[in-house]
């Protein structure tokens, strides 16, 4: 149980074209979100939470008009590349809480890797 | 500030032990969390402390000590498999995971 997707798995784009990545929750209700970025030998750097039905938290430093996050259901929530540029080619990862656990395990998806030329 | 500090790399041999420690000071402290994180993978996990004392699943176990700070993953005879980046990640006092850099697993053997 508790399966995260994420799609598309891998996707490369022009300069300032939008992508957008799905993670869903496909066997849970995901009361929270959280998008994470990597970059290559670093550790995940968190984004944003969304909590369904209301606007996301950024972290700071994250321009939320440049990744417009939207947590339209307990199953889906979307990251909004807007503009993309070189610099923001990385590793991007959901991962979902059901919080029920007492500890509330985050559950991550396979993650999406961007390109941007 | 926030800090989680964990060994850049570590490299072992197959069938060997190995242990990866990990010394956080964190805004308060509700649990550490060990990952597992193949290249070009998402993390996933391993196992949770958030009582002193060692906690074992299998090849592999994990302790904490509260008091110092500390945790460590002790992974048992080591398989090629196992050559991945480990992450440590502390739940602050806001339920917000604090990552650290991760420590990168080589298996010779």
């Known amino acids: 149980g508790a399966v995260v997707s994420q799609h598309p798995s891998r996707v490369i784009c022009k300069s300032g074209t939008s992508v957008k990545i799905e993670c869903r929750s496909l066997d849970f209700q995901a009361t929270t979100m959280f998008w994470y970025r990597q970059f290559p030998k670093q550790s995940l750097m968190l984004m944003a939470t969304?909590?369904?039905?209301?606007?996301?938290?950024?972290e700071q430093g994250v321009e939320k008009d440049k990744f417009l996050i939207n947590h339209a259901s307990l199953t889906l929530s979307t990251l909004t590349v807007t503009s993309a540029h070189p610099e923001d080619s990385s590793f991007y990862i959901c991962?979902?809480?059901?919080?029920?656990?007492?500890?509330?395990?985050?559950?991550f998806g396979p993650g999406t890797r961007l390109t941007v030329l | 500030g926030q800090n989680i500090d964990q060994p850049t790399e570590m490299t072992a041999t197959e069938g060997a032990i190995v242990q990866i420690n990990c010394t956080y000071q964190?805004?308060?402290?509700?649990?550490l969390f060990w990952y597992q994180q193949h290249a070009g993978e998402a993390p996933t996990f391993l196992s949770y402390n958030v009582l002193d004392g060692l906690e074992e699943k299998g090849r592999f176990s994990s302790f904490l000590s509260r008091s110092k700070g500390y945790s460590y993953l002790l992974l048992k005879e080591l398989q090629m498999k196992d050559s991945a980046s480990y992450l440590c990640?502390?739940?602050?006092?806001?339920?917000?995971?604090?990552w650290g850099a991760g420590t990168k697993l080589i298996i010779k053997p």
């Open positions: 990640a502390v739940m602050d006092s806001n339920y917000q995971l604090i």
């Open positions: 969304s909590n369904e039905g209301s606007k996301a938290t950024y």
């Open positions: 991962s979902a809480t059901t919080g029920t656990e007492s500890y509330n395990e985050q559950f």
């Open positions: 964190t805004s308060g402290f509700n649990g």
